[in-house]
Each structure stands twice: as C-alpha cells, then as structure tokens.
T-cell receptor
Framework: AQSVAQPEDQVNVAEGNPLTVKCTYSVSGNPYLFWYVQYPNRGLQFLLKYITGDNLVKGSYGFEAEFNKSQTSFHLKKPSALVSDSALYFCAVRFSGSARQLTFGSGTQLTVLP | ETGVTQTPRHLVMGMTNKKSLKCEQHLGHNAMYWYKQSAKKPLELMFVYSLEERVENNSVPSRFSPECPNSSHLFLHLHTLQPEDSALYLC?????????????FGSGTRLTVV
C-alpha cells in the first residue's frame, strides 16, 4: 500500500541550530513530494516540492529537502533555525499514476527555542 | 492572502442546524478540494472537483454535501452534524486535478458542533 509517514509528532531545536523534520514514503513508482507549513489558525503554505531532477530541493524561507530514493525519504532541513520557524509541518506525496490527490502525513510540530 | 478565501473563519452550530462553508479562488485554477483537519491526524481528503465536476468522494457521510457552481467557487453544505465533525475544514485549489504543482490552501473554517 502506498503511504507517507512523519515519524515524529514533535521536534524541538534551539535557535541557531540546524533542524531536520523527517518524512518517509512507501510507493511503487516515482512520487511527487511536497512540504507544507501551517501556522496557527492558518491554512497550509507551500514550502517546496520535488518532481524530478536534482535530489536537493531549495524552497522558501531557507528550507531545503533531499530526495533519497534508496531510503524512500524526503527530510526537510534548515541550517540555522529561527524562532519564527515554529509551526506545524506536513509532508505530502502524490504517487505517480494515482488519482487526483495529495496524501498528507500526520504533521510534525516544530518548536524552536530561543 | 494566498488567493484562496474561505468564509466564515469560525462557525459554531448545533446538531440540528444547516449551514454552508464557502471557498473562493481567482487564481485561474481548475481543481478544488475540501479537506478535514483534526488534531494529530493526517489531513483527510473529502471531495475533489475538476472543472466543476465532482471527481472524487472519499466515503464522506451524506451530512456533508459539496457544491461547485463554477470553477472559482466551492461550497460545503452541512446539516445534522455530529460533535465529532468539529474540525478545521480546509479548501484548496490547484492548476489541474493532477496536483503536480501542488495546492494553494485557504486559511480554513474552524467548525465547532455543539
């Protein structure tokens, strides 16, 4: 079965430190991969996507993600975290050949401590 | 503003009430979606519309009734809801139903059923 997982409900990191938010997927094809961020009482905002090409994708607000096909992962990273990065982060996958939807993970709450 | 506008932002309704959620986009997108977001759960896709035609209904109870009168507007009509239907309801749109370039989300309607 095709699925996407965010293994950590909560990630805490000190301001200025690097951050990683994990995402893994299970699929029998080539997926399209996305990261979204949600601030309190707001909808989801697009951060970045991987469709094809370079495995390292750069997105908004200094975030980047690396597509690792052998590990079926698409972890979100940032070299130096800001307090304002604190939010709920969602990984999403559109599996090639599937119907018309993105499948979202359950979300990871990132808290950056001052 | 993302270009997808949802109204109202908050809604409290009794179990016998009838109400409607509204979503509007003027991004020129041809596909629109309703998602339900409950705490600590993945986003649940409810309905997908492409060019005003419903193309997906993910086993949603009949007390939720979508309507898409044109490609810019999407409604979710609610009647005889249950307390477990309390959640954040998110509308999204995309260029087309393939979702290859990702979705644009509205800020959501926070629904409380009492």
């Amino acid at each position: 079965a095709q699925s996407v997982a965010q293994p950590e409900d909560q990630v805490n990191v000190a301001e200025g430190n690097p951050l990683t938010v994990k995402c893994t997927y299970s699929v029998s094809g080539n997926p399209y991969l996305f990261w979204y961020v949600q601030y309190p009482n707001r909808g989801l905002q697009f951060l970045l996507k991987y469709i094809t090409g370079d495995n390292l994708v750069k997105g908004s607000y200094g975030f980047e993600a690396e597509f690792n096909k052998s590990q079926t992962s698409f972890h979100l990273k940032k070299p130096s975290a800001l307090v304002s990065d604190s939010a709920l982060y969602f990984c999403a996958v559109r599996f090639s050949g599937s119907a018309r939807q993105l499948t979202f993970g359950s979300g990871t709450q990132l808290t950056v401590l001052p | 503003e993302t270009g997808v506008t949802q109204t109202p932002r908050h809604l409290v309704m009794g179990m016998t009430n009838k109400k409607s959620l509204k979503c509007e986009q003027h991004l020129g997108h041809n596909a629109m979606y309703w998602y339900k977001q409950s705490a600590k759960k993945p986003l649940e896709l409810m309905f997908v519309y492409s060019l005003e035609e419903r193309v997906e209904n993910n086993s949603v109870p009949s007390r939720f009734s979508p309507e898409c009168p044109n490609s810019s507007h999407l409604f979710l009509h609610l009647h005889t809801l249950q307390p477990e239907d309390s959640a954040l309801y998110l509308c999204a749109s995309s260029h087309d139903e393939t979702g290859r370039v990702g979705y644009t989300f509205g800020s959501g309607t926070r629904l409380t059923v009492v």
